[in-house]
């Protein structure tokens, strides 16, 4: 099982230069497999619609104007610079909210400051109001992600490079850098079987949310898409969020990883809310290391 730490819905927030070194010092140190950062362009204020990860409130944890959502672009450079050997992904990128060859160029470029240590986790978003202050459109959002996720494949291995679709047209077009990687893993998430479906066609990973029966529920409709469309489910990477929302334990965390284990899954991340570590020095290094050796090794 791969282990990454998620850098989301935190208070006070990580996103401080020293901060962030110190995160990336002992997730390279202690054999953390991955850092994780989450996207929002903008969140409108007494927005409506429903957010789909928490029914008891249909609303963002710690949803309020402090709130920061810092450009993943940024963040994950950041810690590039500051990281040798943990990968960097996002969780997630809202794809279809921005343009394809502009995607395409920032995570190429990405990969090789990190020397092929990038992770593209994408969706197709669930705030529509967000979509309507960047003047996309919201219900063509699903097939916009589809496009993007071809297109951008074709931008990193293509020399010149060539799309044609609904959304993305282009025709010999020189991109560069080209990653170091053939092509940057895109993992699929969302719980809805739209999201399996895109992930059994489109996707190198799956990224579901929830607990274990909707996990379950999630993988079966990616598994079944696969067989509908002729592809080994396996090829397809099983990745879910995972730690203790009542408080963070290891006993707790030892006994979920065994579940996803037993789902197929081989990678999870711990969302930092869940650990109670004080972002200090100290208590990084202290709460990192507790994990390190009670969980990862």
């Given amino acids: 099982m791969k282990i990454g730490l998620g850098l989301m819905f935190v208070r006070p927030l990580p996103y401080k230069p020293e901060i962030m070194d110190w995160i990336g010092q002992y997730a390279d140190e202690f054999g953390y497999e991955s850092l994780w ?8 204020n007494n927005y409506q619609t429903p957010y789909p990860y928490n029914p008891e409130t249909n609303k963002l944890p710690n949803n309020d104007e ?7 672009m940024v963040v994950l450079g950041y810690l590039a610079a500051v990281t040798k050997k943990v990968k960097l992904g996002t969780c997630i990128t809202i794809l279809p909210l921005h343009h394809t060859i502009e995607m395409a160029t920032q995570w190429a470029a990405l990969d090789v400051l990190c020397n092929g240590r990038s992770i593209l986790g994408i969706g197709s978003g669930w ?3 967000e979509f309507e202050a960047l003047d996309v459109d ?12 071809q297109a951008m494949r074709a931008l990193w291995r293509e ?3 060539t799309f044609k679709g609904k959304h993305f ?10 990653p170091v990687q053939k092509s940057i893993p895109i993992f699929v998430g969302g719980n809805s079987k739209p999201a399996a479906r895109r992930a059994a066609r489109l996707g190198d990973g799956f990224f579901p949310v929830g607990e274990p029966h909707e996990l379950a529920a ?9 067989a509908r469309i002729g592809r080994n489910p396996n090829e397809v990477e099983r990745f879910v969020g995972g730690g203790n929302p009542a408080g963070f334990n290891t006993a707790k965390l030892l006994e979920m990883i065994k579940l996803y284990e037993g789902m197929g899954v081989t990678r999870t991340l ?5 650990l109670g570590w004080e972002f200090t020095k100290e208590g990084l290094k202290k709460g990192m290391g507790h994990v390190a050796e009670k969980v990862i090794r």
């Fill in 37 to 44: 950062v989450p996207e929002h362009v903008v969140i409108p």
């Fill in 66 to 72: 402090t709130d920061t959502w810092p450009n993943p």
């Fill in 127 to 129: 705030l529509k109001e």
């Fill in 138 to 149: 919201w219900h063509q959002r699903g097939s916009r992600t589809d496009e993007s996720m």
């Fill in 159 to 161: 020399d010149p490079s």
């Fill in 169 to 178: 047209n282009f025709e010999a077009l020189r991109c560069f850098p080209k």
């Fill in 218 to 226: 999630s993988f079966k409709e990616m598994e079944a898409e696969c």
């Fill in 270 to 274: 711990i969302p930092v809310p869940y």
